[in-house]
């Protein structure tokens, strides 16, 4: 949450809609859209988690402004130009293919859940991938990273 609150206080180019993969409870695209994000697509391979995210979203006024399915990110055909994570590393790594096709060309990657030395490796997984190491944060040994992908036109 932290990230993501820095992010957009800090953004140039303010995101208009972002994609949350693992979105549990919807806090992150609560949080979001609280922010000024205007459209946040919601993902969880639970159903009981985006049933949640449909009451979290309508008790905080937000109806309509987060949309969740239930599915894999293969589900999702529109890259955004914000897509932020709160996973397992191993399943970060299994999707690492569907983090870059649904993050715009210059869009900004987030990732958080990563546990001590965690943020490493997945580091060097994306950066090999195409992805550019932005910044991380460590709470408590926990951490979130940001990432910056380039088109390949730039």
Known sequence: ????????????????????LGTGSGILAIAACRLGIKKVTGLDIEAEAVAEVERNSELNGLSGRIICHVGQPSFLKKPA?????NMLLSELLDIRLDLIRLTSPVGTL???GLFGKQEEELRNSLTEMGFVYRTSLERENWNSIQFQRFSKES
């Not at 130009?81 to 994570?85: D, F, G, K, N, R």
């Open 81 to 85: 130009p914000l897509v932020i994570s």
């Open 1 to 20: 949450l932290e990230m993501l609150e820095q992010y957009l206080l800090e953004t140039d180019t303010f995101p208009e809609s972002m994609l949350d």
């Open 110 to 112: 987030i990732c958080s």
